[in-house]
DNA sequence: TAGATTGTTAATCGATTAACAATC
DNA sequence: TAGATTGTTAATCGATTAACAATC
């Protein structure tokens, strides 16, 4: 695995491929060539060629790639199954939703549970997982050392938050808190999903449709 | 307003300007240079000033950009306030926390009620809206002229259900399944929310720092 | 062997950055 | 007026695409 300096925007493909070789291995797919691959996938041959020779040599001349293995070098590469461990950090409705659709531990990963700062569902359970009083956030991060961090609380809790995990040296959070999280320099990973930024640009598509008609 | 082909990546950093913009709003300020904004943002002024410059003049030499007045501008052109009507379909955990984290129409969207398959729930209320049976939203689409739907059902489901809004006219889908949808040529706009997209980017820096580390 | 398809090098295209005249 | 800062043109950088020898 070379993985010098590859770009972000190679990065963000890779779960895309996952997604879609999951799709072909499920239908029963074993081959495919990077061209097929691109047709189905709205890429050129040559930038899915180029994104997979970031990693190393996966397929085969005259043949293409095995779908099988091509899904378990990218699942290796994306970190899949490597018991990474998360909790919640906020267990209202959109983090139950998350902890309930993602299946952590059938995907490789270890969900230790949820932290909340409401006494009424402190100590009930979330899919079977428990849910502690978030006092005991930064101990239980330190004595576990637990490696992500999903944080769905309100927005004015955010950056408190994010002191408590950075300092207790939590390695990632997954902020879907719609602020921007200041963590310093050698602080956690971040990786942000900003609902409202995507609406927005869903908007602008339909605001510029309507413009371009009025014309 | 020109907005003759402006690229994917400006588009999506419109969100994070009015964020941040919001934000110098909510504190007070009253101007800011793209220096400033900038090295609060990370980003070069000169990106900044080529982004705006893409739909017009909206800051002054010598004194920078008004926050109130830029801030109105970006709105408009990420198409807030023009009343956009929306639905939910699949009004499960993470729809309901969507449309009670999102205040639809206080962001000048008008938010008309949500659709399921389970008995249990339809003639029931979300956050004061109507849930009603997935069996009258392609007539409830066409009825109401309905510009955007939230899809929040399972992956098995997502397709039909895409096929029924297309069918019946929807000009936008907020995609949450988790899966591409198939709209065909001038089917609606779909933007997606992938989640286990953004938790595998997450992943994959972990498991390069770990890699890197062992050598 | 002939056909298919890779991995990689070179060419092109587009996006970001730098520079600067215009002007508040 | 002098200083600050824009909008825009030109230069640079990086990402995508094309081409092709290598080879299964």
Redesign the pocket.
């Known amino acids: 695995m070379k993985r010098s300096n590859v770009?972000n925007?190679?990065i963000r493909r890779l779960p895309r491929y996952l997604r879609k070789l999951d799709d072909l291995a499920g239908k029963g797919e074993e081959r495919i060539?990077?061209?097929k691959l691109g047709r189905q996938m709205g890429?050129?041959?040559?930038?899915i060629?180029?994104d997979?020779?970031c990693f190393g040599?996966?397929?085969?001349?005259?043949?293409?790639?095995n779908i099988d293995s091509l899904r378990k070098e990218i699942g290796q590469i994306l970190g899949t199954y490597r018991g990474y461990s998360a909790i919640l950090v906020g267990a209202g409705k959109l983090g139950t939703a998350l902890v309930q659709n993602f299946d952590f531990i059938i995907e490789g990963y270890t969900f230790l549970g949820a932290f909340d700062i409401d006494p009424e569902i402190i100590g009930t359970r979330i899919d079977g997982f428990p849910v502690y009083d978030v006092a005991q956030l930064g101990d239980f991060v330190r004595e576990h050392k637990v490696d992500i961090a999903i944080l769905t609380v309100p927005r004015h809790a955010a950056q408190t938050l994010t002191d408590i995990l950075r300092e207790a040296g939590i390695r990632a959070i997954w902020n879907f808190t719609n602020t921007e999280l200041e963590v310093g320099e050698d602080g956690p990973l971040v990786e942000s999903i900003h609902f409202s930024d995507s609406f927005l640009v869903l908007t602008y598509h339909l605001a510029q449709e309507d413009d371009r008609e009025k014309q």
């Open positions: 770009s925007n190679v060539s990077s061209d890429l050129t041959p040559s930038q060629r180029q997979f020779s040599e996966f397929g085969q001349q005259g043949y293409g790639y």
